[in-house]
């Protein structure tokens, strides 16, 4: 059985011991999957999962992505940019918002025997998109189709076996004729899902 539990957080808790951060060795292992990357497709769904790209500062041994960040006030404030720098940075804040809430999903070993090498892969990258905070953005059609996008570049069969696991139902086709599920019709049950 999946396992999923829900836990709110955002930007409104100042207390800094509270934060996670990400350490280097993260930053600099996703930066490394972005480098290693087969095609665009892949890179963007790395950037996607983890927000971090490839820099070319990372050749220096001394270089910290967590921690050697200039904080430009235009773009992170005014912009309002900062929510999405600290989701790049993994600082996560406790938030009394309801709506906000981060899903801690589990997908068991039996749930991915059945997938391929990049099968599972791709059910690693569905478990981070599925943890992320998306439900206030879900409400939004520009939300909504971001997070579409995200869900579409993961493996059909990985998203079958997700929404078995989680009992994600299949919405009602819009067409009467249809008779094949695609990848976006399990993607729009695991969105619903997720904003039930």
Known sequence: MCHCTRKSHGLGNTDMDSWKRRTKEECRAASKQYLEAVDENDRKAIVAETGIRWTELLRLPYFDPSRFVVVDAMHNLFLGLIREHFDILGIRMDDDDDDDVVLDVFFPEEVTTDLNPKEQKSMKRLTKILKRRMNSELKKATGYTFHLD?????????????????????LPFEHAKKTKIFKVDYAKALLQWVSL
């Open 150 to 170: 995200k869900l579409k570049n993961i493996h059909i069969k990985t998203l079958k076996a997700a929404c078995n696991c989680l009992g994600a139902q299949l």
